[in-house]
């Protein structure tokens, strides 16, 4: 009677069948792959630099691509923001804060864009003193177009 050797020394070369060598060999790969993998450096496809530096460039292409079809970067982030938002965020304060901007500053966004029609203003019954901005069909055909497609397929092929 032979003896095993190695992390299965208990076991006899008389007393193994084929179900036992089989947990055996993959008690045995895990070993080797946890000593294997323990010892190995985390090997990182992309540096924390490099995907810095791709978020920048796609910053720049975001901002390079929204001066479309006569619209500012500011205009295009409100219509985008204007058709995700829900019932109660389609104040002008709600945009302001998403836009990390001020409320004056985000007032005078959505004014231009309730003049160009792209926006309707509609008082709230509650709160008088509440407005809420939802899409017309002119924006709704302006974002059909949207410049930020483009960029959406360029992270695609990331």
Same mark, same amino acid.
């Given at each position: 009677?032979?003896?095993?050797? %190695?992390?299965?020394?208990?076991? !006899?070369?008389?007393?193994?069948? !084929?179900?036992?060598?089989?947990?055996?060999?993959?008690?045995?790969?895990?070993?080797?792959?946890?000593?294997?993998?323990?010892?190995?450096? +985390?090997?990182?496809?992309?540096? *924390?630099?490099?995907?810095?530096?791709?978020?920048?460039?796609?910053?720049?292409?975001?901002?390079?691509? =929204?001066?479309?079809?006569?619209?500012?970067?500011?205009?295009?982030?409100?219509?985008?923001?204007? #058709?995700?938002? *829900?019932?109660? !965020?389609?104040?002008?304060?709600?945009?302001?804060?998403?836009?990390?901007?001020?409320?004056?500053?985000?007032?005078?966004?959505?004014? #231009?864009?309730?003049?160009? %029609?792209?926006?309707?203003?509609?008082? =709230?019954?509650?709160?008088?003193?509440?407005?809420?901005?939802?899409?017309?069909?002119?924006?709704?055909?302006?974002?059909?177009?949207?410049?930020?497609?483009?960029?959406?397929?360029? +992270?695609?092929?990331?």
């Amino acid at each position: 009677m032979t003896k095993i050797k %190695g992390p299965f020394q208990s076991l !006899s070369q008389d007393n193994v069948n !084929s179900e036992t060598k089989l947990i055996c060999k993959r008690r045995l790969v895990k070993i080797v792959s946890d000593r294997y993998y323990m010892l190995m450096p +985390v090997k990182q496809d992309v540096s *924390n630099r490099t995907i810095a530096e791709l978020v920048a460039q796609l910053g720049r292409m975001s901002y390079g691509e =929204s001066f479309a079809n006569g619209l500012t970067p500011a205009q295009w982030t409100a219509l985008r923001y204007f #058709s995700r938002a *829900n019932c109660f !965020s389609r104040t002008m304060s709600a945009f302001a804060q998403f836009h990390a901007t001020t409320r004056g500053t985000a007032s005078q966004t959505i004014k #231009s864009l309730v003049q160009s %029609g792209y926006l309707a203003r509609k008082r =709230s019954k509650t709160d008088g003193r509440s407005t809420h901005f939802h899409l017309t069909q002119k924006s709704k055909k302006m974002l059909s177009a949207d410049p930020f497609k483009a960029l959406e397929g360029e +992270v695609g092929a990331l």
